[in-house]
């Protein structure tokens, strides 16, 4: 079954303890972003690849990582967390340019204390 | 840089009833434009998009949407809500010359009632 997966679904963790989301697709999608969705403001995009070795800055990048070493995964890496990361976080893959239907996974709940 | 806004936060809406919700986009360039839909506990799934060609777009479920360059708007109608189609409503543009870069709009939530 073509998807997207992420995990994990829902994390609390503490303030400044590094963690990462993880996220793979198997889907061939060169295209990969990191979203994260809050009351009243939507999506807003965070990081994106366009392919393995690419990536680049949403817009609201501060605070975290990104890496593509592979085609199928893109994790998102919080160096050290604060409250304000406090989100639902969503991981989307696309067919090449970002201009085409992106494909979303489950979300990632989580909340730093 | 492109943004969007949807001017519905919070539409409610009886069985039968007729929708719009409304987005308009600023970016004075070349745009595609979709509408996503994510259902209670569900994935965000595309509902329609834009490229070119006929402003008027079909998509999944009876939802359609039409383009209007002059206005900056895509909107979104379905002619019969349907208790199922409670959900929240995303528009979202995306530019060829910023390949790679998306933009969402706030949200819509549209509850249905029975």
């Known amino acids: 079954e073509a998807q997207v997966t992420q995990n994990p679904r829902y994390l609390i963790t503490v303030t400044g303890k590094k963690l990462t989301v993880t996220c793979s697709q198997n889907?061939?999608?060169?295209?990969m972003s990191w979203y994260r969705q809050d009351p009243g403001l939507g999506l807003r995009q965070i990081y994106y690849?366009?392919?393995?070795?690419?990536?680049d800055k949403g817009d609201v990048p501060e605070g975290y990582k990104v890496s593509r070493k592979e085609k199928r995964n893109f994790p998102l890496i919080l160096e050290s967390p604060s409250p304000n990361q406090t989100s639902l976080y969503f991981c989307?893959?696309?067919?090449?340019?970002?201009?085409?239907?992106?494909?979303f996974g489950p979300g990632t709940r989580l909340t730093v204390l | 840089a492109q943004s969007v806004s949807q001017h519905n936060h919070h539409v409610i809406l009886s069985e039968a009833a007729s929708l719009e919700l409304g987005c308009n986009y600023s970016y004075g360039g070349t745009v595609n434009l979709f509408w996503y839909v994510q259902y209670p506990g569900q994935h965000l799934q595309l509902l329609l998009k834009y490229f070119s060609g006929d402003p008027l777009v079909k998509g999944i479920k009876g939802f359609e949407a039409e383009f209007i360059k002059s206005k900056f708007s895509f909107n979104l109608r379905k002619p019969s809500v349907q208790w199922s189609d409670t959900a929240e409503y995303f528009c979202a543009v995306t530019i060829n010359t910023n390949a790679g870069k998306s933009t969402f709009g706030d949200g819509t939530t549209l509850t249905v009632k029975p």
């Open positions: 889907m061939n999608h060169e295209y």
């Open positions: 690849s366009m392919n393995v070795e690419v990536t």
């Open positions: 989307a893959s696309g067919v090449g340019l970002s201009t085409d239907t992106q494909y």
